[in-house]
Protein backbone atom coordinates (compact mmCIF):
# COMPACT_ATOMS: atom_id res chain seq x y z
CA UNK A 1 0.00 0.00 0.00
CA UNK A 2 1.18 3.81 -0.63
CA UNK A 3 0.60 7.21 0.43
CA UNK A 4 -1.52 7.97 -2.72
CA UNK A 5 -3.97 4.99 -1.71
CA UNK A 6 -7.42 6.14 -1.59
CA UNK A 7 -9.76 2.93 -2.32
CA UNK A 8 -10.36 0.80 0.90
CA UNK A 9 -13.49 -0.77 2.86
CA UNK A 10 -15.95 2.11 4.18
CA UNK A 11 -15.86 1.32 8.23
CA UNK A 12 -18.76 3.11 10.20
CA UNK A 13 -17.28 5.36 13.39
CA UNK A 14 -19.38 3.56 16.11
CA UNK A 15 -17.46 1.36 18.27
CA UNK A 16 -17.81 -2.09 15.99
CA UNK A 17 -16.67 -0.41 12.60
CA UNK A 18 -13.71 1.16 14.20
CA UNK A 19 -12.42 -1.78 15.52
CA UNK A 20 -13.23 -3.38 11.98
CA UNK A 21 -10.83 -0.89 10.52
CA UNK A 22 -8.62 -1.40 12.98
CA UNK A 23 -8.18 -5.56 12.15
CA UNK A 24 -8.34 -4.22 8.49
CA UNK A 25 -5.62 -2.11 8.54
CA UNK A 26 -2.91 -4.48 11.17
CA UNK A 27 -4.03 -7.78 11.39
CA UNK A 28 -1.45 -8.66 12.22
CA UNK A 29 -1.53 -6.73 15.57
CA UNK A 30 -5.23 -6.69 16.04
CA UNK A 31 -5.86 -9.06 18.38
CA UNK A 32 -3.10 -7.52 20.99
CA UNK A 33 -4.33 -4.18 20.84
CA UNK A 34 -8.15 -4.28 20.83
CA UNK A 35 -8.43 -5.40 24.58
CA UNK A 36 -6.25 -2.72 25.22
CA UNK A 37 -8.67 0.39 24.54
CA UNK A 38 -12.14 1.51 25.40
CA UNK A 39 -13.74 1.46 21.77
CA UNK A 40 -17.29 3.19 23.13
CA UNK A 41 -14.71 6.40 24.41
CA UNK A 42 -12.72 6.09 21.07
CA UNK A 43 -15.76 6.26 18.98
CA UNK A 44 -17.27 9.22 21.41
CA UNK A 45 -13.71 11.06 20.75
CA UNK A 46 -13.94 10.66 16.81
CA UNK A 47 -17.77 11.86 16.77
CA UNK A 48 -16.02 14.84 18.66
CA UNK A 49 -13.39 16.00 15.97
CA UNK A 50 -15.54 14.89 13.34
CA UNK A 51 -18.35 17.83 14.50
CA UNK A 52 -16.23 20.44 15.91
CA UNK A 53 -13.33 20.13 12.96
CA UNK A 54 -14.07 23.20 11.53
CA UNK A 55 -14.98 25.02 14.40
CA UNK A 56 -11.86 24.17 16.58
CA UNK A 57 -9.66 24.08 12.53
CA UNK A 58 -8.26 20.56 13.54
CA UNK A 59 -7.36 18.95 10.10
CA UNK A 60 -6.75 19.94 7.14
CA UNK A 61 -9.72 19.64 4.00
CA UNK A 62 -7.76 16.95 2.74
CA UNK A 63 -7.60 14.96 6.02
CA UNK A 64 -11.55 15.34 6.97
CA UNK A 65 -12.25 11.89 5.41
CA UNK A 66 -9.38 10.56 6.63
CA UNK A 67 -9.86 11.46 10.26
CA UNK A 68 -10.40 7.68 11.05
CA UNK A 69 -6.63 6.25 9.46
CA UNK A 70 -4.42 9.44 10.14
CA UNK A 71 -5.44 10.12 13.12
CA UNK A 72 -7.44 7.87 15.30
CA UNK A 73 -5.80 4.05 14.37
CA UNK A 74 -2.60 6.25 13.71
CA UNK A 75 -2.01 7.69 17.63
CA UNK A 76 -3.49 3.95 18.33
CA UNK A 77 -0.81 1.82 16.62
CA UNK A 78 1.64 4.43 18.28
CA UNK A 79 0.37 3.90 21.95
CA UNK A 80 0.39 0.25 21.38
CA UNK A 81 3.75 0.32 20.48
CA UNK A 82 4.76 2.23 23.23
CA UNK A 83 3.03 0.13 25.39
CA UNK A 84 5.00 -2.76 24.32
CA UNK A 85 8.40 -1.49 24.66
CA UNK A 86 7.20 0.18 28.28
CA UNK A 87 4.36 -1.79 29.59
CA UNK A 88 0.82 -0.67 31.50
CA UNK A 89 1.24 3.50 31.96
CA UNK A 90 -0.96 2.61 35.00
CA UNK A 91 1.53 3.97 36.95
CA UNK A 92 2.55 7.01 34.89
CA UNK A 93 1.89 11.01 34.21
CA UNK A 94 1.72 11.21 30.22
CA UNK A 95 1.73 14.66 29.07
CA UNK A 96 0.89 15.24 25.24
CA UNK A 97 3.35 18.35 24.23
CA UNK A 98 1.60 20.72 21.34
CA UNK A 99 -1.37 18.46 21.65
CA UNK A 100 -3.96 20.21 19.48
CA UNK A 101 -7.27 18.68 19.84
CA UNK A 102 -5.68 16.23 21.95
CA UNK A 103 -3.78 13.88 19.45
CA UNK A 104 -1.90 12.00 20.47
CA UNK A 105 -2.76 12.48 23.79
CA UNK A 106 -6.35 11.69 24.48
CA UNK A 107 -6.11 7.48 23.33
CA UNK A 108 -3.89 7.51 26.47
CA UNK A 109 -7.40 8.48 28.06
CA UNK A 110 -8.87 5.83 25.74
CA UNK A 111 -6.93 3.01 27.08
CA UNK A 112 -8.76 0.76 29.64
CA UNK A 113 -8.66 1.50 32.97
CA UNK A 114 -5.64 -0.95 34.26
CA UNK A 115 -3.52 0.61 31.57
CA UNK A 116 -4.83 4.25 31.96
CA UNK A 117 -1.82 6.52 33.21
CA UNK A 118 -2.95 10.13 34.32
CA UNK A 119 -2.74 12.51 31.38
CA UNK A 120 -1.86 16.02 30.72
CA UNK A 121 -2.73 17.70 27.47
CA UNK A 122 -0.68 20.69 26.73
CA UNK A 123 -0.94 23.34 24.11
CA UNK A 124 0.04 26.96 23.86
CA UNK A 125 -3.07 27.65 22.22
CA UNK A 126 -6.56 27.34 23.35
CA UNK A 127 -8.02 27.77 19.99
CA UNK A 128 -8.43 23.94 19.36
CA UNK A 129 -7.69 22.17 22.88
CA UNK A 130 -10.85 24.46 24.17
CA UNK A 131 -13.20 22.40 22.43
CA UNK A 132 -11.65 19.27 23.69
CA UNK A 133 -11.48 20.58 27.38
CA UNK A 134 -15.53 20.99 27.00
CA UNK A 135 -16.13 17.76 25.39
CA UNK A 136 -14.50 16.31 28.56
CA UNK A 137 -16.35 18.73 31.25
CA UNK A 138 -19.52 17.78 29.37
CA UNK A 139 -18.93 13.76 29.12
CA UNK A 140 -17.81 13.93 32.51
CA UNK A 141 -14.40 12.39 31.22
CA UNK A 142 -12.32 12.41 34.58
CA UNK A 143 -8.16 12.23 34.65
CA UNK A 144 -7.36 14.73 32.17
CA UNK A 145 -5.53 17.74 33.37
CA UNK A 146 -5.19 20.69 30.96
CA UNK A 147 -2.29 23.14 30.46
CA UNK A 148 -2.48 26.33 28.07
CA UNK A 149 1.31 27.07 28.01
CA UNK A 150 4.60 26.87 26.07
CA UNK A 151 6.15 23.54 27.00
CA UNK A 152 9.68 25.22 27.28
CA UNK A 153 8.20 27.89 29.90
CA UNK A 154 7.10 25.21 32.08
CA UNK A 155 8.91 22.67 34.27
CA UNK A 156 7.35 19.46 35.84
CA UNK A 157 7.22 15.90 36.55
CA UNK A 158 6.11 13.64 33.43
CA UNK A 159 7.34 9.79 33.12
CA UNK A 160 6.55 9.86 30.09
CA UNK A 161 6.42 12.49 27.57
CA UNK A 162 4.86 12.41 23.34
CA UNK A 163 4.71 14.70 20.37
CA UNK A 164 2.82 14.46 16.78
CA UNK A 165 3.35 18.01 14.66
CA UNK A 166 4.83 19.82 17.39
CA UNK A 167 8.48 21.28 17.11
CA UNK A 168 10.39 19.54 14.90
CA UNK A 169 12.62 17.09 16.29
CA UNK A 170 15.42 17.18 17.58
CA UNK A 171 14.54 20.60 18.97
CA UNK A 172 11.34 19.15 20.52
CA UNK A 173 13.29 17.12 22.95
CA UNK A 174 15.08 20.25 24.06
CA UNK A 175 11.92 22.25 24.22
CA UNK A 176 10.54 19.24 26.34
CA UNK A 177 13.52 18.68 28.70
CA UNK A 178 12.56 20.22 31.75
CA UNK A 179 8.88 18.21 31.41
CA UNK A 180 10.60 14.61 32.08
CA UNK A 181 11.43 13.06 34.88
CA UNK A 182 14.81 11.62 34.97
CA UNK A 183 14.90 7.94 34.16
CA UNK A 184 11.39 9.21 32.40
CA UNK A 185 11.02 8.40 28.49
CA UNK A 186 10.01 11.13 25.57
CA UNK A 187 9.14 9.80 22.94
CA UNK A 188 8.57 11.88 19.62
CA UNK A 189 6.13 10.65 16.75
CA UNK A 190 8.53 11.25 14.05
CA UNK A 191 7.97 10.59 9.85
CA UNK A 192 10.95 10.14 7.69
CA UNK A 193 14.11 9.01 9.84
CA UNK A 194 16.74 12.46 8.32
CA UNK A 195 18.56 13.76 11.07
CA UNK A 196 22.26 14.95 11.18
CA UNK A 197 23.33 12.97 13.75
CA UNK A 198 26.19 15.51 15.03
CA UNK A 199 23.20 18.04 15.48
CA UNK A 200 21.07 15.48 17.00
CA UNK A 201 23.94 14.25 19.36
CA UNK A 202 24.89 17.41 20.74
CA UNK A 203 20.85 18.84 21.36
CA UNK A 204 20.20 15.37 23.11
CA UNK A 205 23.54 15.62 25.29
CA UNK A 206 22.69 19.11 26.34
CA UNK A 207 18.83 18.44 26.96
CA UNK A 208 20.17 15.29 28.83
CA UNK A 209 18.52 12.52 26.77
CA UNK A 210 19.80 9.28 25.44
CA UNK A 211 18.18 7.36 22.28
CA UNK A 212 18.00 3.99 24.03
CA UNK A 213 15.43 2.41 20.96
CA UNK A 214 14.34 3.44 17.49
CA UNK A 215 10.89 1.64 16.07
CA UNK A 216 10.08 1.60 12.79
CA UNK A 217 6.01 1.06 11.96
CA UNK A 218 6.15 -0.31 8.47
CA UNK A 219 2.76 -1.51 9.61
CA UNK A 220 1.63 2.71 9.02
CA UNK A 221 3.61 2.56 5.54
CA UNK A 222 -0.24 3.27 4.22
CA UNK A 223 0.08 7.16 6.11
CA UNK A 224 3.50 7.36 4.46
CA UNK A 225 7.05 6.60 7.03
CA UNK A 226 6.48 6.67 10.67
CA UNK A 227 9.08 5.86 13.33
CA UNK A 228 9.53 6.44 17.10
CA UNK A 229 12.40 7.04 19.32
CA UNK A 230 12.36 6.40 22.71
CA UNK A 231 14.37 9.19 24.32
CA UNK A 232 15.58 8.04 28.12
CA UNK A 233 16.23 11.05 30.35
CA UNK A 234 19.68 10.48 31.88
CA UNK A 235 20.65 13.42 33.34
CA UNK A 236 20.26 17.21 34.04
CA UNK A 237 19.63 19.54 31.33
CA UNK A 238 22.31 21.81 30.57
CA UNK A 239 21.93 25.18 32.53
CA UNK A 240 20.84 27.40 30.08
CA UNK A 241 18.71 24.93 27.84
CA UNK A 242 15.73 24.81 26.53
CA UNK A 243 17.04 27.75 24.69
CA UNK A 244 15.07 30.91 23.55
CA UNK A 245 12.37 30.17 21.21
CA UNK A 246 13.28 32.44 18.53
CA UNK A 247 16.93 30.73 18.47
CA UNK A 248 15.26 27.09 18.04
CA UNK A 249 13.07 28.41 15.33
CA UNK A 250 16.34 29.34 13.45
CA UNK A 251 18.27 26.54 13.65
CA UNK A 252 15.55 24.14 12.64
CA UNK A 253 14.42 26.13 9.89
CA UNK A 254 17.92 26.28 8.76
CA UNK A 255 17.82 22.62 8.98
CA UNK A 256 14.79 21.39 7.22
CA UNK A 257 14.32 24.74 5.25
CA UNK A 258 11.64 27.32 5.55
CA UNK A 259 8.89 25.74 4.00
CA UNK A 260 9.30 22.17 5.14
CA UNK A 261 6.36 20.44 6.67
CA UNK A 262 7.24 18.56 9.70
CA UNK A 263 5.27 15.60 10.74
C1 LIG B 1 0.56 21.04 13.88
S1 LIG B 1 -0.24 21.14 15.44
C2 LIG B 1 -0.27 19.43 15.89
C3 LIG B 1 -1.44 19.09 16.76
C4 LIG B 1 -1.56 17.62 17.16
N1 LIG B 1 -0.43 17.18 17.96
C5 LIG B 1 -1.72 16.73 15.96
O1 LIG B 1 -0.88 15.86 15.74
O2 LIG B 1 -2.73 16.89 15.22
C6 LIG B 1 1.07 21.79 16.49
C7 LIG B 1 0.57 22.28 17.83
O3 LIG B 1 1.70 22.55 18.66
C8 LIG B 1 1.43 23.72 19.42
N2 LIG B 1 2.75 24.26 19.82
C9 LIG B 1 3.76 24.68 19.01
N3 LIG B 1 4.83 25.07 19.74
C10 LIG B 1 4.50 24.88 21.03
C11 LIG B 1 5.20 25.06 22.27
N4 LIG B 1 6.43 25.54 22.29
N5 LIG B 1 4.56 24.74 23.43
C12 LIG B 1 3.29 24.26 23.41
N6 LIG B 1 2.59 24.06 22.27
C13 LIG B 1 3.18 24.36 21.11
C14 LIG B 1 0.61 24.59 18.49
O4 LIG B 1 -0.17 25.54 19.21
C15 LIG B 1 -0.25 23.56 17.75
O5 LIG B 1 -1.50 23.37 18.37
Not at 78 to 88: L, N, Q, T
Not at 184 to 198: T, W
Not at 202 to 223: H, W
Request: net charge positive.
Amino acid sequence: MTETETRHPDFSHDSDGIQAALRYRFPKNAEQILPLFDWELVSLFLSFLKEKNQAGGFFSKRDTNEILDRHVLESIFHIYKIHCMIGSFNKMKVGDAGTGPGIPGFFFRCLVEKERPKLVLLDSQRRKLSHTENFVKENKIAGVDFLFARAEDWKTDWNLGVSRGFVPYPWSAEVLCRCIIKEGYYVPFIGKDEFDAKIEKKILTDSGFEVEKTVFLPELDFLGMRHIKFLKKVGSARQGIPRAWKLLEKESKEFYGKDSIHK
